[in-house]
């Protein structure tokens, strides 16, 4: 069974990087779209972007500027980096396996909510 | 890129049928038949249901199914039981590999 585990700081500084980390288990990396979709407290969810297993990568136009995500197979792992954060950057984030294509998001992380504050 | 529109609350009764309506563009639900459909209980990570506008993947009852005409994208519930009372949330591809979440639905059931 696929397993997809983020972790993280949960509490991150205005203007600072929000970093976290999605580990898989379970399955292998290859052939797949690893996503980071995140969800405001109370509100929708919001796709981020996705890393292919090769490292191509694809970003939600509104956050490209800010956004990098990154995959190492060794360690099955992949990663988020959102820069210059702002209180509206709080929100639970999840990460999760894509199939079928990179909009298919068949397996999910439990999220982890981050924090923008001082 | 905006987000898909859905209505903001739906409701039915044990057994009836609902259907909740995710509306887009002609730039993304118009075009392609890419559209996915997610439940998602409080506190708990969100559930794949339909993918590929009406595939249902292994384990999801077939109360639920999946359609689409023009820029809308349709959601349907039949025989509504209390567990399926939740958010629902679709999401289509919206060209140049982005995708776009809806605003989500929540579903009471009475």
């Known amino acids: 069974q696929v397993q997809l585990q983020e972790s993280g700081p949960g509490l991150v500084k205005p203007s600072e990087t929000l970093s976290l980390t999605c580990t898989v288990s379970?399955?292998?990396?290859?052939?797949?779209?690893w996503s980071w979709i995140r969800q405001p407290p109370g509100k929708g969810l919001e796709w981020i972007g996705y890393v292919y297993y090769t490292g191509s990568t694809n970003y939600n136009p509104s956050l490209k500027s800010r956004v990098t995500i990154s995959v190492d197979t060794s360690k099955t792992q992949f990663s988020l980096k959102l820069s210059s954060v702002t209180a509206a950057d709080t929100a639970v984030y999840y990460c999760?396996?894509?199939?079928?294509?990179?909009?298919?998001?068949?397996?999910w992380g439990l999220g982890t909510l981050v924090t923008v504050s001082s | 890129q905006s987000a898909l529109t859905q209505p903001a609350s739906v409701s039915g009764s044990p057994g009836q049928s609902i259907t909740i309506s995710c509306t887009g563009t002609s730039s993304d639900v118009g075009s392609y038949n890419l559209v996915s459909w997610y439940q998602q209980h409080p506190g708990k990570a969100p559930k794949l249901m339909i993918y590929?506008?009406?595939k249902r993947p292994s384990g999801v009852s077939n109360r639920f199914s999946g359609s689409k005409s023009g820029n809308t994208a349709s959601l349907t519930i039949s025989g509504l039981q209390a567990e399926d009372e939740a958010n629902y949330y679709c999401c289509s591809y919206a060209g140049s590999s982005t995708w776009v979440f809806g605003g989500g639905t929540k579903l009471t059931v009475l």
């Open positions: 379970g399955g292998s990396m290859s052939s797949y779209y």
């Open positions: 590929e506008g009406s």
């Open positions: 999760a396996r894509g199939v079928s294509g990179p909009g298919v998001f068949d397996y």
